[in-house]
């Protein structure tokens, strides 16, 4: 339980920029649990709202993307040895920021329409997502937190051009 409670404890406060992934442990067990949670709650995500496509292939291709990329960003940056560290803060902290989002989104679902205060919370979420996946991505890199949030975007970019192309 303490390998449990102490990665939590990290991936908490990596969502709020006073960890670094590597404080995270480098086991892949770990990265399996955390790519297998993301999933999970992205297929509980992805049954609330009106799907337009294959929805487990679509999630599917969405981690090997999201693997693919880190792994070649930490190559580019000779920081590879960091890569199990790196890729469970992102789905690690993806997971936690989904739960919010998953609140969000059912009460979406259950209204004739979204209000304004719903939207401002979703954006705020994804904002912060968009933030803290900047900020993994600069402390694993080694490179500044405008560059980190600079190629956040262009993953985020690169993933939903991606998975958009499978519907």
Do not use: C, K
């Not at 303490?2 to 969502?15: D, G, H, S, Y």
């Not at 992102?90 to 209000?115: C, K, N, R, W, Y």
């Not at 919370?121 to 994804?126: N, Q, R």
């Amino acid at each position: 339980m303490p390998f449990f409670v102490e990665n939590l404890r990290a991936l908490l406060r990596i969502l709020v920029f006073r960890s670094s992934p590597a404080d995270l442990s480098a086991s892949p067990n770990l990265l399996v649990l955390l790519v297998a949670g993301s999933l999970g709650i992205g297929y509980l995500a992805a049954g609330i709202l009106p799907g337009s496509g294959p929805v487990e292939l679509q999630l599917l291709v969405a981690a090997g993307v999201t693997l693919g990329l880190v792994y070649l960003a930490l190559r580019l940056r000779g920081a590879l040895p960091r890569f199990n560290q790196t890729a469970s803060a992102v789905f690690g902290t993806d997971l936690l920021l989904s739960i919010p989002m998953l609140g969000v989104q059912l009460q979406v679902a259950g209204a004739d329409e979204a209000g304004a205060g719903l939207l401002i919370v979703a954006l705020a979420i994804w904002a912060w997502r968009l933030a803290v996946l900047g900020f993994i991505l600069s402390e694993a890199m080694d490179i500044r937190r405008s560059l980190g949030v600079l190629a956040a975007v262009a993953y985020m970019i690169i993933v939903l051009q991606i998975v958009t192309a499978l519907d």
